[in-house]
């Protein structure tokens, strides 16, 4: 197993340990299929309250996208919290087996959740916040299943938008890493999915889309590969760029407080955030 592959490996594994506790994979020989638990602690807090409705001042509901081995809610309290305090209804999914299934199905799944968001609001579009693989998956949804007239904001954290080099690369497949996770596979960097998803428009439609990344990060390598073509309607932010005190990587951005507040800028102004802000949270 080349290093990288190895390293991404003990990264991913420590993410599920912390998201849904150790996990028992059962050889194929087995009756049973590998077991794929969605959030084992509920909501994320303040989100999935049906009955929200929102105001004039924040007319668009958030849906929260969570990142490969994930679930609706791990690691996503704080950015759900500071999100409902600031006015916004919240909605937060479990997709994809965990995340790990094939993104085009994964895609579909999410559209379904945003016409039930939109249809329980009553809202015109959603914006999102995606974290790792939950950044670049609504791409798939905007660019190929109509989310582009549904979507406002698009905020990736630690997007695999461009995919990783940690995998080994498209060049290096893994047939155990795409039998258990083929979004992993997906994610390699020049994988066949990104090269499709990434050909022509990188930024279809009316969606402002805000890329914020770490340069601590160790899954999505390097990390400006999370970076979207420049354009009036996206800006890509590094996190130390903006403060340099924040020692936040892969897993624990989605608790950056500067990376809340940055989340927070682009989703309360028109566009995307403001590429000159300055702030620790």
Known sequence: MPRTLLRLAVVLLAAAWIVIGPVRLESQADAAPLPYPTSLFGEPTGANDWGCRPTAER????????????????????????????GFCV????????????????????????????????????????????????????????GADLVDDLVGLAPSNHGTDATGGSSQPNPLLDTLCPACQQQSAGSEFLENLNAGDETPGPVSYTNITTKYDEVVVPHTSGYLE??????????????????AEHIQIPMSATAIALTLNALTRSGPADPSLTTCG
């Open 91 to 146: 909605y937060s999914l479990d997709y994809g087996k965990r995340a790990t299934g094939p993104i085009e199905d994964s895609a579909k799944q999410l559209k379904v959740f945003v016409e039930k968001v939109l249809e329980a609001t009553g809202a015109a579009k959603v914006s999102m916040v995606g974290h790792s693989q939950g950044g670049m998956m609504p791409r798939y949804y905007i660019k190929f299943l109509g």
């Open 230 to 247: 420049p354009g009036p309607e996206t800006t890509n932010l590094t996190l130390q760029d903006v403060c340099a005190t924040d020692l």
């Open 59 to 86: 007319p668009t509901p958030v849906v929260i996208v969570h990142g490969t081995f994930g679930d609706r809610k791990s690691l996503l309290d704080h950015l759900s919290a500071a999100m409902v305090e600031d």
